[in-house]
């Protein structure tokens, strides 16, 4: 079974830093991908960063270009995604998810959450202006 707990959540001022953490557990990391995803109140979910696990890259959306860096530590099962320069419109839920049988670059680069089965709980993120 497949489950993927995020942390790292919290409150901070605009223009600081936070890392969230994603532990996997039960997940078979080859040929697929893992992302985060983000929802604020009253607004759609938005994928903020994947990793494309076999092609060793990572892929972002304008929105967080140049502040956002994923990673995944596969010797201690955690995916983390560090963020530099927070804004207010950073503020949301953060959500670990992984595809559930492959991914490809197309997929990857689409950062469309249909492609993704497995999903976390979410943490909290607040950026005060």
């Known amino acids: 079974q497949v489950q993927l707990v995020e942390s790292g959540g919290g409150s901070v001022q605009t223009g600081g830093s936070l890392r969230l953490s994603c532990e996997v557990s039960g997940y078979t990391y080859s040929s697929n991908c893992m992302a985060w995803f983000r929802q604020a109140p009253g607004k759609e979910r938005e994928g903020v960063a994947t990793?494309?696990?076999?092609?060793?890259?990572?892929y972002y959306p304008d929105s967080v270009e140049g502040r956002f860096t994923i990673s995944l530590d596969s010797a201690n099962n955690t995916v983390y995604l560090q963020m530099n320069s927070l804004k207010p419109e950073d503020t949301a839920m953060y959500y670990c998810?992984?595809?559930?049988?492959?991914?490809?670059?197309?997929?990857?680069?689409?950062?469309?959450?249909?492609?993704?089965?497995?999903w976390g709980q979410g943490t909290q993120v607040t950026v005060s202006s």
């Open positions: 998810a992984a595809t559930p049988h492959g991914c490809n670059r197309f997929m990857a680069r689409r950062l469309a959450g249909t492609d993704f089965r497995y």
């Open positions: 990793f494309y696990i076999s092609g060793g890259t990572a």
